[in-house]
């Protein structure tokens, strides 16, 4: 049996050298027979490194895809001047439908076209699942066989969650306006078509919130935790209304030099 703290030691070594997540099966993976341990012991080793970080910088966190050690919010405005690179900035478009997707999936491209009143560029789908925060779930069982959209891992480690019952329900949105500075989701000037993304899970309430303001429905099914069922392929697809040219999204996704 390995001692207690080497085997403390052994974890923060490789979750802080393995550039995913790790999950406890993967750690336990690391010891040979000759070196028994357990989940318990790789559970209680977890918890007491959590407890180690309580008054540092860091922070070691459970996402859908296993542990992982991440900066504090507290700390992480200092910290990002470290990096060189601006963060990718996406128009409201985008935001929007990826919030719409994490709120309402699984969810078909007319339907989100229908809860926002304007068409869905594909462009902005194609950044979306090439970010790995989409990917196509199924088919409606209607004509025409529309993909169903919803979120990956991939996307729920980004914004620190372990699952899609943690999102914030939409009620705990009151105003938009005030909530996030980085991500202004008023009428856009000149200047704020696009906007950087927050890994505050927070800010898909507030997009969800923007892009259901003309259809009072999403906010009424989200506040009411009314789902859809995962298996909804025998519901009827509503109909998408008619987009002009001109009402599609002519945002799209920017990278900052």
């Known amino acids: 049996m390995i001692e207690f703290e080497l085997l403390k030691r052994i974890i923060e070594a ?26 318990d012991e790789i559970a209680r ?45 996406y128009s409201r478009a985008l935001l929007e439908t990826l919030a719409l997707i994490a709120y309402r999936q699984p969810i078909t491209r007319a339907e989100i076209e229908q809860i926002r009143g304007v068409a869905v560029s594909t462009h902005i789908v194609k950044t979306l699942e090439e970010r790995e925060w989409i990917r196509v779930v199924g088919h409606r069982d209607v004509p025409g066989k529309p993909a169903l959209f919803g979120t990956t891992r991939g996307f729920l480690d980004y914004f620190g969650l372990k699952s899609l019952d943690e999102l914030p329900s939409l009620g705990e949105i009151r105003d938009i306006d005030e909530f996030d500075p980085q991500l202004s989701l008023g009428p856009p ?62 945002e799209t996704t920017e990278q900052d030099a």
């Open 45 to 89: 080793a977890i918890a007491s490194l959590q407890a180690d970080c309580d008054s540092r910088g860091i922070e070691l966190v459970e996402v859908a895809s296993g542990f992982r050690y991440q900066v504090r919010q507290d700390v992480h405005p200092w910290v990002a001047r470290l990096w060189t690179e601006r963060p990718s900035r």
């Open 189 to 250: 000037t000149q200047d704020e078509s696009v906007a950087a993304v927050s890994d505050d899970p927070a800010t898909l309430a507030a997009a969800a919130h923007q892009a259901g303001a003309v259809n009072d429905e999403l906010a009424s099914e989200a506040d009411a935790d009314e789902r859809r069922p995962t298996n909804a392929s025998t519901e009827a697809e509503s109909p998408s209304p008619t987009l002009s040219a001109s009402a599609t999204d002519a």
């Open 14 to 39: 490789a979750l802080l050298a393995s550039g995913n997540p790790l999950t406890p099966t993967q750690l336990l993976a690391l010891f040979g027979e000759n070196e028994a341990t357990s989940h």
